[in-house]
Nanobody, 122 residues
Framework: VQLQASGGGLVQAGGSLRLSCAAS????????MGWFRQAPGKEREFVSA????????YYADSVKGRFTISRDVAKSTVYLQMNSLKPEDTAVYYC????????????????WGQGTLVTVSS
């Protein structure tokens, strides 16, 4: 499984970004896809997850109502639309994939992308 995250950048507080995670190397119909983030000096934390087949989505309380996860099956790509960004959203964002994860636990995902940096200025 290969995961390629992209879409990070520098944005002002209140702005928006859309992250993408292109997946390849397997049939993902039985996977959960997750987004995690890690700020400097902090542990990696759960942001959002989606079940590849079906409409189950999951969000951390800190991003609920601001971030939206979605997937394009034809493109094998998962998106994280981030609106109303705050300086505390600054982090490296990682996408992850696994068949049977606890969706909010980073250690339960076996497959990871390389990360994309999101910087939100105040």
């Amino acid at each position: 499984v290969q995961l390629q995250a992209s879409g990070g950048g520098l944005v002002q507080a209140g702005g928006s970004l859309r992250l993408s995670c292109a997946a390849s190397g397997d049939t993902f119909s039985n996977y959960f896809m997750g987004w995690f983030r890690q700020a400097p000096g902090k542990e990696r934390e759960f942001v959002s997850a989606i079940r590849w087949s079906g409409s189950m989505t999951y969000y951390a309380d800190s991003v609920k109502g601001r971030f939206t996860i979605s997937r394009d099956v034809a493109k094998s790509t998962v998106y994280l639309q981030m609106n109303s960004l705050k300086p505390e959203d600054t982090a490296v964002y990682y996408c992850a994939a696994d068949r049977f994860p606890r969706v909010d636990m980073a250690t339960s995902y076996a497959n990871w992308g390389q990360g994309t940096l999101v910087t939100v200025s105040s």
